[in-house]
């Protein structure tokens, strides 16, 4: 499904939507302490969104178990949160959320350090990391080309000599979690899709200190990086507007 321009009352749920996502996800962020499992936070989320109104829109998408995914440190995305993973401090925690309101789906992620405290290459592939996908959301506005976006996104992870992971990309968003088109974080300015006001897409940057090569776990979700270095990765839906966007997943 290609993504749609949406209608106002579309829009109107989508901003609730991730209200209800960046509600929980800032939530969460502050639970990421040593000794918690990622199966406990994501019983959290579960009953979070629940009491907001929201449904968790990843649950059961594809037969995926869980209501969010957690992917801990060389683990980029799609990690299966679970009762044998625990959290330890300098940890990077990779919350990863989808919210259904009402239809409407919004995606959105934040890369945690646990304690707060890591060695300075890590935090800075986590600070860098964020940059980039808010310098990329910043060349978006009516008739922007995905490859704009991409553009933006390289420059910032090329420059602190980062691997980009390029088998995924960001993508629409709205009826359904995945919709066309990519958004690749990598690009040319003025080439790939076409995105016009109305449209809502999510923007993903994943990026590692080491290589760009992935591998799955045979739990056939985790998708980690193949030679082990550390990931980061985040992520909002964005409304396009005339002459901008408008962040959907923040508060
Ligand atoms: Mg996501
Ligand atoms: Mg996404």
Same mark, same amino acid.
Request: proline letters at 3%; glycine letters at 12%; hydrophobic letters at 40%.
């Given at each position: 499904?290609?993504?749609?321009?949406?209608?106002?009352?579309?829009?109107?749920?989508?901003?609730?939507?991730?209200?209800?996502?960046?509600?929980?996800?800032?939530?969460?962020?502050?639970? +990421?302490?040593?000794? *918690?499992?990622?199966? $406990?936070? %994501?019983? #959290?989320?579960?009953?979070? &969104?629940? /009491?907001? =109104?929201?449904?968790?829109?990843?649950?059961?998408?594809?037969?995926?178990?869980?209501?969010?995914?957690?992917?801990?440190?060389?683990?980029?995305?799609?990690?299966?949160?679970?009762?044998?993973?625990?959290?330890?401090?300098?940890?990077?925690?990779?919350?990863?959320?989808?919210?259904?309101?009402?239809?409407?789906?919004?995606?959105?992620?934040?890369?945690?350090?646990?304690?707060?405290?890591?060695?300075?290459? +890590?935090?800075?592939? *986590?600070?860098?990391? $964020?940059? %980039?996908? #808010?310098?990329?959301?910043? &060349?978006? /506005?009516? =008739?922007?080309?995905?490859?704009?976006?991409?553009?933006?996104?390289?420059?910032?992870?090329?420059?602190?000599?980062?691997?980009?992971?390029?088998?995924?990309?960001?993508?629409?968003?709205?009826?359904?979690?995945?919709?066309?088109?990519?958004?690749?974080?990598?690009?040319?300015?003025?080439?790939?899709?076409?995105?016009?006001?109305?449209?809502?897409?999510?923007?993903?940057?994943?990026?590692?200190?080491?290589?760009?090569?992935?591998? *799955?776990?045979?739990? $056939?979700?985790?998708?980690?990086?193949?030679?082990?270095?550390?990931?980061?990765?985040?992520?909002?839906?964005?409304?396009?507007?005339?002459?901008?966007?408008?962040?959907?997943?923040?508060?």
């Amino acid at each position: 499904m290609y993504t749609r321009v949406k209608t106002a009352s579309e829009i109107t749920n989508m901003r609730e939507s991730g209200r209800i996502l960046a509600t929980v996800l800032q939530a969460l962020r502050d639970e +990421v302490k040593e000794g *918690v499992t990622t199966k $406990e936070l %994501s019983d #959290m989320a579960m009953k979070h &969104v629940k /009491k907001l =109104g929201g449904e968790p829109a990843f649950y059961g998408y594809q037969g995926f178990p869980e209501a969010i995914c957690i992917s801990v440190n060389d683990e980029i995305v799609h990690g299966i949160p679970r009762t044998e993973t625990v959290i330890k401090n300098g940890d990077i925690v990779s919350l990863d959320f989808g919210v259904n309101y009402k239809g409407m789906i919004t995606d959105s992620a934040i890369s945690v350090i646990c304690g707060g405290v890591a060695p300075k290459p +890590v935090a800075d592939l *986590v600070k860098y990391t $964020e940059q %980039s996908l #808010m310098e990329g959301l910043a &060349v978006i /506005k009516d =008739g922007c080309f995905a490859g704009d976006i991409g553009f933006a996104v390289e420059k910032v992870l090329n420059k602190h000599g980062y691997g980009i992971i390029r088998d995924m990309v960001g993508h629409g968003v709205g009826h359904a979690v995945h919709e066309d088109p990519n958004i690749p974080n990598y690009g040319r300015k003025g080439s790939g899709a076409k995105l016009v006001a109305g449209m809502t897409i999510a923007v993903e940057p994943m990026a590692t200190l080491g290589g760009e090569r992935i591998s *799955v776990d045979s739990d $056939e979700w985790t998708i980690r990086t193949a030679d082990g270095s550390l990931a980061a990765h985040f992520e909002h839906t964005v409304l396009i507007t005339e002459d901008g966007y408008e962040i959907l997943t923040q508060l």
